[in-house]
């Protein structure tokens, strides 16, 4: 048999492709801030204010299973201090408030409920503590590291720790040791995910509007970013040269805030405007982390809920049908003229699979025939990631009036490259590669018709 092409030599983990893979995840703010109204706490706010009168976490987990997440990232504890587990380390927590006799413990609760649903689970503990006396001491990063070790050990598998610079600018000098706290996450939890502007696993995308840059390389050279102090640019487009694989996700909210506000509720982003940023972020080989804050009940918001709902069943209702399934595939050239690296490789819908070109190869093209004239103005194409991220510069060409006329340009693929297309009505596309990293790759090529709820 064949042997694999050669990979590239900055790759993903097994855990870096998973996580890409799940494509949507969720992020949840919630703390004394939906009681106060307020984005951030000051740290002064009394426990006893945060006492939620039908807090769900399986409403929670429900709602993100059906929106197509695959991993809820929890606030355990935001910039106000307050932490929503019983840390042994402060009274600052869910233990002093009424809820549940402060006998409650969120990150139990959740845990359970992304368990029934099949999801994975995630933290963000807040390194800026605006209630902690130790903040601005050196005994503060034992602190941090103390209740760190809570989070991953008491919760079963956490498969992701967010985990920023955060710092207003009335906080006190603070030093983080973030080494620290990366050493004792690779002790604790092994497979979790570390992310913050140098990763080392996943990185801020350099932007809270959720859209990864056009040009988008996984890779990066995280060696001197200073987290909290990062060129957005360089988060935002990556770099071709980069030394190490750090996969870019890009966080928004649901609303204006992070956190719920009463005066926000007419003001939840529509389906439509999720499903540009969706484009604009998994479309642009990222992962899209989309927050939505529970309310002072404790609970989805009905109006959060229902964007949701009608956001997922746009992209379903658009992603139904490939309409190059059932096509033939030619190519300029493929590797070895070997069944492995075949062109057809492409409509299978798997990702194991790929068209490849013989060794020195890159200018190139792969030509598919439609089964009929069909009527498309959305293009997707994968590259197997597995090996590497190749491909620097491709165009899309269909044949329309027997002659073939542009109709997209663009620079990376990764994971998952989506292109807005004027509709076009044809039989025949290709896809040309023009500049790539080494051999072309392409484990997937699809078209698709988008819905009508897209309101293109």
Request: proline share 5%; aromatic share 10%; net charge negative.
């Given at each position: 048999?064949?042997?694999?092409?050669?990979?590239?030599?900055?790759?993903?983990?097994?855990?870096?492709?998973?996580?890409?893979?799940?494509?949507?995840?969720?992020?949840?703010?919630?703390?004394?801030?939906?009681?106060?109204?307020?984005?951030?706490?000051?740290?002064?706010?009394?426990?006893?204010?945060?006492?939620?009168?039908?807090?769900?976490?399986?409403?929670?987990?429900?709602?993100?299973?059906?929106?197509?997440?695959?991993?809820?990232?929890?606030?355990?504890?935001?910039?106000?201090?307050?932490?929503?587990?019983?840390?042994?380390?402060?009274?600052?927590?869910?233990?002093?408030?009424?809820?549940?006799?402060?006998?409650?413990?969120?990150?139990?609760?959740?845990?359970?409920?992304?368990?029934?649903?099949?999801?994975?689970?995630?933290?963000?503990?807040?390194?800026?503590?605006?209630?902690?006396?130790?903040?601005?001491?050196?005994?503060?990063?034992?602190?941090?590291?103390?209740?760190?070790?809570?989070?991953?050990?008491?919760?079963?598998?956490?498969?992701?720790?967010?985990?920023?610079?955060?710092?207003?600018?009335?906080?006190?000098?603070?030093?983080?040791?973030?080494?620290?706290?990366?050493?004792?996450?690779?002790?604790?939890?092994?497979?979790?995910?570390?992310?913050?502007?140098?990763?080392?696993?996943?990185?801020?995308?350099?932007?809270?509007?959720?859209?990864?840059?056009?040009?988008?390389?996984?890779?990066?050279?995280?060696?001197?970013?200073?987290?909290?102090?990062?060129?957005?640019?360089?988060?935002?487009?990556?770099?071709?040269?980069?030394?190490?694989?750090?996969?870019?996700?890009?966080?928004?909210?649901i609303r204006p805030g992070w956190f719920y506000h009463p005066a926000e509720d007419?003001?939840?982003?529509?389906?439509?405007?999720?499903?540009?940023?969706?484009?604009?972020?998994?479309?642009?080989?990222?992962?899209?982390?989309?927050?939505?804050?529970?309310?002072?009940?404790?609970?989805?918001?009905?109006?959060?809920?229902?964007?949701?709902?009608?956001?997922?069943?746009?992209?379903?209702?658009?992603?139904?049908?490939?309409?190059?399934?059932?096509?033939?595939?030619?190519?300029?050239?493929?590797?070895?003229?070997?069944?492995?690296?075949?062109?057809?490789?492409?409509?299978?819908?798997?990702?194991?699979?790929?068209?490849?070109?013989?060794?020195?190869?890159?200018?190139?093209?792969?030509?598919?025939?439609?089964?009929?004239?069909?009527?498309?103005?959305?293009?997707?194409?994968?590259?197997?990631?597995?090996?590497?991220?190749?491909?620097?510069?491709?165009?899309?060409?269909?044949?329309?009036?027997?002659?073939?006329?542009?109709?997209?340009?663009?620079?990376?693929?990764?994971?998952?490259?989506?292109?807005?297309?004027?509709?076009?009505?044809?039989?025949?596309?290709?896809?040309?590669?023009?500049?790539?990293?080494?051999?072309?790759?392409?484990?997937?090529?699809?078209?698709?018709?988008?819905?009508?709820?897209e309101g293109r």
């Amino acid at each position: 048999m064949a042997e694999d092409i050669r990979p590239m030599d900055v790759l993903p983990t097994k855990q870096q492709i998973e996580y890409q893979q799940m494509e949507l995840i969720g992020f949840i703010h919630y703390t004394v801030n939906a009681f106060t109204d307020k984005e951030w706490g000051d740290g002064t706010e009394s426990p006893s204010i945060f006492n939620p009168s039908k807090l769900d976490t399986s409403q929670w987990a429900r709602v993100a299973k059906k929106a197509g997440m695959g991993l809820l990232i929890i606030t355990a504890k935001h910039h106000d201090g307050f932490c929503l587990w019983p840390s042994k380390y402060t009274d600052h927590s869910v233990k002093s408030s009424p809820w549940k006799d402060g006998k409650g413990d969120i990150l139990a609760e959740l845990s359970r409920s992304c368990a029934e649903m099949g999801l994975k689970m995630g933290i963000y503990l807040s390194p800026w503590d605006r209630h902690e006396p130790k903040y601005g001491t050196d005994e503060y990063n034992q602190y941090y590291l103390n209740q760190l070790e809570e989070l991953l050990t008491n919760y079963d598998k956490i498969s992701e720790i967010w985990m920023d610079g955060a710092k207003g600018p009335d906080a006190k000098d603070m030093e983080y040791d973030f080494q620290a706290y990366r050493t004792l996450i690779r002790k604790l939890q092994p497979d979790a995910l570390i992310f913050s502007d140098a990763g080392p696993d996943i990185r801020w995308i350099g932007n809270e509007s959720g859209i990864a840059g056009e040009t988008n390389w996984s890779t990066i050279n995280n060696d001197e970013i200073t987290i909290g102090k990062a060129d957005t640019k360089y988060l935002n487009s990556g770099d071709p040269d980069g030394k190490r694989w750090v996969t870019g996700e890009c966080d928004v909210s649901i609303r204006p805030g992070w956190f719920y506000h009463p005066a926000e509720d007419d003001k939840v982003k529509t389906p439509q405007q999720l499903i540009d940023i969706y484009y604009k972020s998994v479309g642009r080989n990222g992962v899209l982390l989309l927050n939505i804050p529970p309310d002072r009940r404790g609970l989805f918001h009905e109006n959060d809920i229902a964007s949701l709902k009608e956001f997922r069943q746009i992209l379903d209702e658009t992603f139904k049908t490939d309409l190059a399934s059932e096509g033939t595939v030619k190519a300029s050239n493929y590797r070895q003229t070997h069944p492995k690296f075949s062109p057809s490789n492409v409509l299978d819908a798997s990702s194991e699979t790929y068209w490849a070109t013989d060794d020195s190869i890159i200018e190139s093209y792969i030509e598919i025939t439609l089964k009929q004239v069909s009527y498309f103005d959305t293009v997707m194409i994968q590259e197997p990631i597995r090996f590497g991220q190749r491909i620097s510069t491709f165009a899309i060409e269909a044949c329309l009036d027997n002659q073939w006329k542009q109709i997209a340009e663009g620079t990376t693929i990764g994971y998952k490259r989506l292109l807005r297309v004027s509709p076009v009505r044809t039989d025949c596309l290709r896809v040309l590669i023009k500049e790539s990293k080494d051999i072309p790759a392409i484990s997937n090529i699809s078209i698709y018709k988008s819905s009508p709820g897209e309101g293109r």
